[in-house]
């Protein structure tokens, strides 16, 4: 974003900032609270923490009943968000780039299909999801739910680049070609450097929905050994044998660190790609 | 370049499209299980057979159990323990048995003590009744049928077939019930109700407020504000319900806070269907106006400055801007979000059934949501995939339709130049 | 091409690797468990294998084999999840080898061929089998064949909040009495009503937490339809009782009617549920045997006995005091080898001896499964179980297995709760459940 | 290496925008492909280069056909509008790039880019990333990377259109000497005459996909075949009048002028002309006087320029050496130089 300021020395801007800060006021509290409850304990009745403490993040040493290792879990969170990432970036920079340069029969409607698969409520097909998954043996394995779940969000990040693609000046790459480099030498030494920009983006974002991700690793790899944070959360809380808003949420502050650290290095790269939509 | 992604699409996209398309005309569920059936007659399929074929219901019926020579002939040719034979056939040749059990007594008392594998396979061999018996095979069934002295006519074995098959047959049963239930009805209320609401509310009004109020604020101040409303995006689902949960709980912040009120506390997210919309709508409206957000930021920060400075130098107030400066060239980016997030928001079940799981009843149930619950989540376990596929069918139309709609809107046609480059 | 050679000699040693690790331990046999519903005190239904496994391997080790069992455990908190997980996994061919799921599932499992029968590797006449009561054997078999070893048994009574009952005017005798009288029939579900309206007129409890019900849907439900006269199912055919369903809807209804029962009672957090019953702030409930684990081991309720009064679900117009078992069984899946489900089937055997099963029974308030089980010491010493044995367990039904019941369970719950929740009225949750019913169902269940 | 556009038509889709072109580019000659925007001089600049294929026609190089070659195997060095340096590398590596391409060794391809660095002066910016540039600066980079893989032919597409005035006249002759130093043969793609007529050997104006006229400068500037040729060379342009046939005269249909001209014997009588008159044609030195009213005077410092109204509404234009005694307002009586008049037909074509 270009900070420039716009405000106008004509309108004040304190009561806008009052009003805005009224109602974003419940949001804050929520996340205020989330982070303040993990490390302390209240009174029954009060608001107000009265000790602070660590004992909620004992199930980073503990291992709770009936659920699998933590670190493992974590482990496999990073696995499948990296994978994630990896594969929707090679595939939809490749993509893209053909979709936006190269002369393919039916380009206008692998184009079309795409946008319109961008826009597809695709979760609701999980069940032939899962039929296709198990019948290429891939039911309740990371990488099968990996592919899954970059397939899905496929659309999107090739309509990104391609979008971002169009932005190259159509002369780097003549100069290129006339320089006498091949094709895919133009896209991977000229076209690439100049997307970094959106690369980056692209790749953060799908770190970030990849971390997030809940119900497709819920549905298609139950299993403990490839559990992820979404399910293992999901599943503290369902428990409601166990039922301790304090645990849940020092599990949950856990599980956001790394988003919220990457959203406050890359809040810039970002903001990049969900402005992006409007290109397309 | 393009075949990685083409393959992916393929193969996690468009079939899974044509399977849902598939199991929708189908009657798929946990009891017919997805790859097919056998063939077997149980006491369901005597009841359906009573009604047309009453002999033959009356004369399957009942499990006969005969020690005789073909049975004991069978049984020395699987080579087992050369005592079993003998035993039987000098003890219990034309025995008969009225249930499996009762002739399995008999052979698990011989001398050779066989195991209960054993027992299974010789009591097989002397069973000369089809009930309970699995067929593989509609063939196989028939065949045992006329061994048993049953001539069947071609549209009897049809019928017999039918009562007796396990698997999953072709119907289009599962749209009747889409079409006729007053509770797909309700559901499909519900969810033009969500989306309307969360839409119009959210989506365009609430990120519409956002990035004007933003745009009046000083840059620094204005980003901390957007980065404060793009928070619920970027939080992965599961923490972000926790914290509505939190606070909405029995025991969470607002029956604290109104505890200081001396008003008892009570579940605010569950409490009655109004409070559960109230709830549902906010938790996924947060989340919706930060797309809005950007958006509209963007745009206000594409109009050119001098048409700000223009205005104020022509005596224009705050008001007066927004409805003449800003929300004219803010028609597009409207439009696109609008139809954007509306097929956002059809999708989407995260939010609500990790909230209030279409509760409380089926208050808060939309229609993906239910399509979840019919095919894969419910507390009987009977997962209706034949149903759920219809349903989500009903959706993929929808997003068809509206994806369609949109690509006219925003004049795909001139997203998509010509390369410059012919090679 | 220089790669074939070398992925030749790697597969070479891969599969000479592999071989050899076969020799090293003949039978090296990993047996996975899943449990669905299980929360911390029902450790015991996953952990017995472990105990199992221990007397398996000595007894190998006499008869001179080597054997070596890993249990993997996975314990479900929930029942929806678990379904889920277990149907697709069995689809996929990657199911655990044993389950420990509710009785009713094995109705449409055994029919998708998703579970083997038991009776094909455990011989029904053999110790500790043949001491299992029959009418659980009953409730694991289906189309003439044992498909469960049953896990537990249960049933679920009415509780009365003891200090409540006598505020409004009963005596201890008659709190003594109360469950003879439900059994009689001369303590009715009009009464239930009445006197939780008491309660909350008096002011012990507040409006909405007179008749305190389970927050979700469960076995239960069918209990009331029984108590009004209904019948789920006659000679495999499903039965929809209409006039009894009509006046089960009716109670729920005219309890809402009456303000004290909440109309959006379902879908509350049963944490919170929790909490309030055992701290005094519901009149009358009705839960499971095994809510007594929970609320005292759990939820601090220390002295029970005082407090709680305990009874079958009395009966409504029409019908009579009942309770429901809904037990738990082991099952075995399909596709596996032989050989591991033989082992596994073993495993349920050594399981379902008495002294282990009555580790689970007290541990977390179910009721044990064989005549012999109430004579082990831990079992017999236990107040709870034997007096909810003796007063309950021989009024229990069960819910049918029958493919078709969860369809059918679906479709009256739905009703249920719209009518509950005022969504429509007792007649016409009734008539849309019978149009759904017949339409759906057809030939396979009896309308009356 | 001659270049030769034999029969090259080019359509995209329905759209024909070249058709049965015939071009001949010399060895070692410099032509302009000039004319307005859209006429078509980038198609057939992109035709030249490959990276857009010929509908029908045939291209060669010297003697070698290149019609149906990729851009990679025809050996050509472009200079385009924006440069299209490639911002992520430094200008060594820009100008290498070509060498990087062919795999030539490292030591070897920086010889080259020293060597060709040195002959376009910027041996001192190797190191610099494009955004570090100047214009100028680029646009010499832009040169080397073209020059650096001796092209069988230099392509120049408007290379000064993004250039401040005075680089431009810098530049311009820059090129020029490179490419007389080098002895490439090179096209150059330019709307602007000025350009075209400092730079090249022999210029081919096009219009509307078809090249209208192709000679030298000042062949070009003194005997357009065409009224578009002539009035799109020249500063400032030439003013047309139009009018009729009249006894072997033309004359304006008011009368107010009649002008005798020896191209116009045998046109009959009332047939419809256009007269035009450059600039340095009508002032005081002219044969045929006329009238009319300064409505426009400026000067250019050592000339002055007038708009003249004559009395039917048309316009002449005027160039002179600078004088003070004419204002806007004043009635003039000039002359025009009847020899130097240029006269064409309703089709356009000189007569």
Do not use: D, H, I, P
């Given at each position: 974003m270009s900070e420039q300021s716009k405000v106008s020395a004509n309108f004040s801007s304190l009561p806008v900032i009052l009003l805005l800060g009224l109602v974003s006021l419940p949001l804050v509290l929520m996340y205020a609270y989330l982070l303040l409850d993990t490390v302390s304990n209240s009174e029954a009745g009060s608001l107000i923490p009265s000790e602070f403490t660590l004992e909620h993040w004992s199930f980073l040493w503990q291992m709770k009943p009936g659920k699998p290792n933590i670190w493992l879990v974590t482990l496999n969170t990073f696995i499948f968000a990296s994978c994630i990432t990896a594969v929707i970036l090679i595939v939809s920079s490749m993509a893209g780039y053909v979709l936006s340069r190269l002369n393919l029969p039916a380009r206008g409607f692998f184009l079309a299909g795409v946008m319109v698969l961008h826009a597809f409520p695709s979760v609701t097909l999980i069940i032939a999801i899962f039929i296709v998954l198990q019948y290429i043996g891939l039911y309740n394995s990371l990488v099968g739910v990996i592919l899954v779940k970059s397939a899905i969000d496929l659309p999107l990040g090739i309509w990104l680049m391609k979008g971002f693609y169009d932005t190259v000046p159509w002369e780097i790459e003549m100069a290129g070609i006339v320089d006498g480099a091949s094709r895919f030498a133009v896209w991977r030494r000229l076209v690439l450097p100049q997307i970094k920009p959106a690369i980056m983006a692209l790749g953060l974002f799908s770190f970030l929905t990849g971390w997030s991700e809940f119900i497709l690793p819920q549905v298609l790899a139950p299993g403990a050994h490839v559990q992820v944070l979404s399910v293992y959360l999901a599943s503290l809380i369902a428990d409601d044998n166990n039922f301790d808003f304090a645990t849940f949420k020092a599990v949950g502050v856990f599980y956001v660190i790394p988003v919220l650290i990457l959203y406050v290095f890359f809040q810039k790269h970002l903001m990049n790609i969900y402005g992006g939509g409007t290109k397309g | 370049m393009i075949a990685p992604a083409a393959i992916m699409i393929f193969l996690f996209f468009l079939m899974p499209v044509g399977l849902t398309a598939i199991f929708a005309m189908t009657s798929m569920s946990t009891a017919t299980g997805i790859s097919g059936g056998v063939w077997q007659v149980t006491q369901g399929a005597v009841n359906r057979l009573e009604g047309d074929m009453p002999a033959l219901a009356e004369g399957i019926a009942q499990p006969r159990f005969v020690v005789d020579e073909e049975g004991l002939a069978a049984l020395e040719a699987l080579k087992l323990k050369p005592g079993y034979v003998i035993e039987l056939r000098a003890e219990h040749v034309g025995e008969v048995f009225p249930s499996r059990r009762e002739a399995e007594r008999v052979i698990k008392a011989l001398k050779d003590r066989p195991s209960t594998r054993e027992v299974k396979q010789i009591s097989d061999l002397f069973n000369r009744s089809v009930l309970n018996t699995r067929f593989e095979s509609r063939e196989a069934l028939v065949r045992s049928l006329e061994k048993l002295g049953f001539k069947l006519t071609p549209e009897e074995r049809d019928k017999v077939a039918t009562a007796t098959y396990t698997g999953w047959v072709w119907t289009t049963d599962n749209f009747r019930m889409i079409g006729n239930s007053p509770d797909m009805a309700q559901i499909f209320l519900n969810t033009a109700f969500y989306v309307a609401v969360t839409l119009l509310l959210f989506n365009v009004s609430y990120a519409l407020f956002l990035a004007v109020t933003t745009h009046y604020m000083p840059p620094t101040t204005a980003s901390v504000f957007r980065a404060i409303w793009l928070l619920p995006r970027i939080t992965p689902v599961v923490i972000y319900v926790l914290m509505w949960k939190w606070l909405t709980w029995d025991n969470g912040f607002l029956s604290l806070l109104m505890g200081q009120f001396g008003v008892p506390p009570k579940n605010y997210l569950l409490d009655n269907s109004y409070n559960a919309w109230f709830f549902v709508i906010l938790i996924n409206g947060f989340i919706g106006a930060s797309m809005g957000m950007l958006v509209f930021s963007s745009a206000i920060k594409a109009i050119p400055e001098t048409q700000f400075h223009a205005s104020e130098v022509d005596g224009a107030s705050r008001w007066q801007q927004i409805r003449y400066i800003i929300l004219p060239q803010l028609r597009w980016p409207i439009l696109f979000v609008t139809c954007y997030q509306t097929l956002s928001l059809l999708a989407s079940f995260q939010e609500i059934h990790l909230s209030t799981r279409g509760g409380p009843?089926?208050?808060?149930?939309?229609w993906s949501l239910a399509a979840f619950h019919t095919a894969l989540n419910n507390y009987t376990g009977n997962l209706e995939y034949g149903l759920g596929a219809a349903m989500a069918l009903v959706l993929v139309v929808v997003g068809l339709v509206l994806s369609l709609i949109y690509l006219r809107v925003f004049r795909y046609d001139t997203l998509i130049s010509k390369p410059l480059i012919e090679d | 091409m220089t790669v074939l050679p070398i992925l030749k000699s790697a597969t070479l040693a891969a599969v000479l690797l592999a071989s050899t690790a076969v020799f090293a331990s003949a039978r090296d046999v990993t047996i996975s468990v899943w449990s669905g519903g299980s929360g911390p005190n029902d450790n015991y239904r996953t952990d017995a294998f472990d105990i199992a496994a221990d007397i398996l391997e000595r007894e190998a080790a006499i008869r001179g084999e080597e054997l070596n069992i890993i249990i993997q455990k996975t314990p479900y908190n929930g029942w929806e999840d678990f379904k889920q997980a277990l149907t697709l996994a069995a689809e996929a061919k990657k199911a655990p080898n044993i389950v420990a799921t509710g009785h009713e599932d094995i109705g449409p499992w055994a029919q998708s061929g998703l579970i083997v029968p038991v009776e094909d590797f455990i011989d029904l006449d053999s110790w500790p089998i043949s001491d299992i009561y029959p009418n659980l054997m009953e409730i694991g078999s289906f189309n003439g064949a044992v498909y469960g070893i049953p896990q537990d048994a249960e049933s679920r009574p009415m509780f009365f909040w003891k200090p409540y009952m006598k505020a409004i005017g009963y005596t201890d005798a008659d709190i003594d009495a109360l469950p003879v009288k439900v059994e009689k029939g001369e303590y009715t579900l009009k009464n239930v009503l009445e006197d939780a309206k008491k309660m909350q007129d008096k002011g012990l409890v507040q409006a909405g937490y007179g008749f305190y019900p389970r927050t979700n849907n469960g076995p239960d439900y069918w209990q009331f339809y029984t108590s009004f006269g209904?019948?789920?199912?006659e000679e495999g055919k499903l039965v929809f009782d209409k006039a009894a369903m009509k006046r089960t809807y009716q109670y729920f209804a005219d309890l809402v009617k009456a303000g004290v029962t909440k109309k959006n009672h379902i879908g509350m957090p049963g944490d919170q549920w929790w909490k309030e019953v055992a701290t005094g702030k519901a009149g009358i409930w009705h839960g499971g045997t095994w809510h007594y684990a929970r609320l005292v081991n759990q939820e601090g309720l220390k002295d029970f006995f005082g407090n709680v009064q305990f009874t079958l679900i009395p009966a409504g117009e029409g019908g009579k005091a009942n309770t429901l078992t809904h037990p738990l069984v082991y099952l075995l899946t399909s596709g596996h080898t032989e050989e591991e489900t033989q082992i596994a089937a073993d495993l349920i055997k050594i399981a379902s001896e008495p002294r282990i099963n009555a580790l689970h029974a007290i541990k977390s308030a179910h009721l044990g499964i064989s005549p012999s089980e109430t004579k082990v010491d831990l079992y017999a010493g236990d107040r709870w179980a034997f007096e909810a044995t003796e007063r309950l367990l021989p009024h229990a039904n069960a819910m049918p297995n029958n493919a078709d019941f969860g369809k059918y369970w679906t479709i009256m719950w739905k009703n249920f709760e719209a009518s509950w929740t005022g969504a429509k009225t007792a007649d016409a949750a009734v008539n849309d459940a019978e149009n759904e019913l017949k339409s759906t169902l057809g030939y396979a269940i009896i309308i009356r | 290496m001659r270049i030769l556009l034999d029969k090259f038509s080019k359509s995209f889709g329905a759209t024909k925008v070249i058709e049965d072109m015939d071009l001949n580019v010399g060895s070692g000659e410099m032509l302009a492909l000039l004319g307005p925007s859209g006429c078509g001089k980038s198609t057939t600049l992109f035709a030249i280069c490959g990276i857009h294929r010929p509908t029908s026609g045939r291209i060669l190089f010297g003697n070698r056909d290149v019609t149906s070659l990729s851009s990679q195997e025809r050996n050509v060095g472009v200079v385009f509008q924006s440069y299209a340096l490639y911002p992520h590398m430094t200008v060594a590596e820009n100008i290498g790039f070509p060498l990087t391409v062919r795999r030539m060794t490292a030591a070897e391809i920086n010889k080259r880019v020293a060597e060709i660095a040195a002959l376009v002066h910027i041996d001192n910016l190797l190191d610099r990333k494009p955004s570090q540039l100047s214009g100028g600066q680029q646009q010499r980079v832009a040169l080397a990377r073209a020059l650096i893989r001796r092209p069988d032919v230099l392509l120049l597409d408007e290379p000064l259109a993004n250039l401040d005035a005075k680089l431009r006249l810098e530049m311009r002759s820059e090129i020029r000497r490179l490419q007389k130093e080098t002895g490439i043969t090179a096209i150059l793609v330019t709307h602007d005459q000025v350009e075209a007529m400092s730079m090249c050997d022999r210029i081919a104006i096009m219009k509307a996909g078809e090249i209208v006229q192709i000679a030298t400068p000042s062949e070009m500037y003194n005997d357009p075949r065409t009224a578009f040729v002539a009035g799109f060379l020249g500063n400032p342009p030439i003013s047309f009048l139009t009018g009729r046939a009249k006894q072997g005269a033309f004359a304006l249909d008011d009368g107010g002028l009649k002008l005798p001209l020896a191209?116009?014997?045998?046109i009959p009588d009332g047939t419809a002309l256009t007269l035009g008159i450059r600039p340095e044609h009508f002032g005081i030195g002219g044969d045929v006087p006329v009238e009319g009213k300064v409505t426009f005077a400026e000067t250019q410092g050592r000339e002055n320029l007038y708009d003249v109204v004559l009395p039917d509404g048309s316009a002449l234009r005027s160039i002179q050496p600078a004088r003070s005694d004419v204002k806007p307002g004043d009635s003039v009586r000039w002359s025009l130089d009847s020899k130097a008049a240029l006269v064409f037909g309703e089709d356009g074509r000189r007569l």
């Open positions: - | 009843g089926k208050a808060t149930e939309v | 209904g019948v789920m199912e | 191209a116009l014997s045998g």
